[in-house]
């Protein structure tokens, strides 16, 4: 089984509520988790067990158009991926005659 923190900000700081069974749901059932734990979270409502424990943490900055930077690892999870924003690069194609 795969359980998978979410990062959170609140007003007392950051916390990271888990998606339990990540492996099982599908991207749907996955955000409606997200959404719903992110406003536990923000209103304080948290129960213990769902934010106690968990393996694997997702920081994502990208929607407030910050490109990268480096998280912070919350006990006692193992691994933390910090995620920004995407932007369109444009790479030319050294083998086309045109670029």
Same mark, same amino acid.
């Given at each position: 089984?795969? %359980?998978v923190?979410?990062?959170v900000s609140t007003e007392a700081g950051l916390i990271t509520p888990i998606?339990?069974?990540a492996d099982t749901k599908g991207l749907v059932e996955i955000?409606? %988790?997200v959404v719903r734990? !992110? %406003? !536990?979270a923000r209103k304080g409502k948290l129960k213990p067990q769902e934010f106690q424990g968990g393996t694997f943490t997702v920081s994502n900055l990208g929607m407030f158009d910050i490109k990268n930077f480096s998280a912070v690892i919350n006990p006692p999870q193992s691994c933390i991926l910090a995620v920004g924003g995407a932007q369109k690069t444009l790479i030319a194609d050294?083998? !086309?005659k045109e670029g």
């Amino acid at each position: 089984m795969v %359980d998978v923190s979410v990062a959170v900000s609140t007003e007392a700081g950051l916390i990271t509520p888990i998606v339990f069974g990540a492996d099982t749901k599908g991207l749907v059932e996955i955000n409606a %988790d997200v959404v719903r734990l !992110a %406003d !536990a979270a923000r209103k304080g409502k948290l129960k213990p067990q769902e934010f106690q424990g968990g393996t694997f943490t997702v920081s994502n900055l990208g929607m407030f158009d910050i490109k990268n930077f480096s998280a912070v690892i919350n006990p006692p999870q193992s691994c933390i991926l910090a995620v920004g924003g995407a932007q369109k690069t444009l790479i030319a194609d050294e083998k !086309a005659k045109e670029g």
